[in-house]
């Protein structure tokens, strides 16, 4: 069964450093998906992106963000300089078509010391 | 603005007995309702989703969920609980017209006591 692959699974960063979360989406997929739970939280909605661009933010996603679909298959989504708050999972999705089910990935431990 | 309630924080019920675990919604227009299982250190797993048609939706593990309009709910429930069935579960709702994002609600922990 295709299923979206997140790397690395845990990820331990000084702040002020830039990560880069990365993910291989299911390969038919349209619709690409950040999205992040701050332990204990619920899942939040950080962006969207279709036809290699950003269709959709939330207001958490401000300019120390970016996603990039740089060679077609990988979906990176890079924090410039990380703070403390934003120790939390990150999880990638994908969806095939508006309507269909989200495929998520793993997700990513991020922790920020 | 999109809203999911999920009025529960942790659901208790016995293995063998039903299971509901609850979820009501807020959005323009129609929706398209989903409900997701998180176990622990693990990604969301798709269990069902309700977009148009029958109010009541089949999923995986047995699960099922009733689409309520006038009440806007959809409940997820199962006719006999698992002890495997021991995970978070969240509900999420999305507008047709949108780009596709989920607004979640604040997830139920289940509980199945053997």
């Known amino acids: 069964e295709p299923e979206v692959t997140q790397t690395p699974s845990h990820q331990v960063t000084q702040m002020g450093q830039e990560v880069i979360l990365r993910c291989v989406p299911i390969?038919?997929?349209?619709?690409f998906y950040w999205y992040r739970q701050i332990l204990g939280q619920k899942v939040e909605f950080l962006v969207s992106f279709y036809n290699n661009e950003i269709s959709e933010k939330s207001e958490i996603f401000d300019d120390q963000f970016s996603v990039e679909r740089p060679d077609g298959s990988n979906f990176t989504l890079k924090i410039r300089s990380t703070k403390l708050e934003d120790s939390a999972m990150y999880f990638c999705?994908?969806?095939?078509?508006?309507?269909?089910?989200?495929?998520f990935g793993q997700g990513t431990r991020l922790t920020v010391v | 603005a999109q809203s999911v309630a999920q009025p529960e924080d942790q659901v208790n019920v016995a293995e063998g007995n039903p299971l509901t675990v609850k979820c009501t919604y807020s959005?323009?227009?129609?929706?398209?309702l989903f409900w997701y299982v998180q176990y622990p250190n693990r990604g969301l797993q798709f269990l069902l989703k309700?977009?148009?048609?029958?109010?009541l939706v089949k999923g995986s593990y047995g699960f099922e969920a009733e689409f309520n309009k006038s009440q806007t709910s959809f409940h997820l429930k199962k006719p006999s609980a698992l002890v495997s069935d021991s995970a978070l579960y969240f509900c999420?709702?999305?507008?047709?017209?949108?780009?596709?994002?989920?607004?979640f609600g604040q997830g139920t922990t289940l509980q199945v006591k053997p």
């Open positions: 309700y977009i148009t048609g029958d109010n």
């Open positions: 999705a994908s969806i095939a078509r508006k309507g269909f089910e989200a495929f």
């Open positions: 959005v323009s227009g129609n929706p398209y």
């Open positions: 999420a709702v999305r507008e047709p017209s949108n780009t596709g994002k989920l607004i």
């Open positions: 390969s038919n997929h349209l619709y």
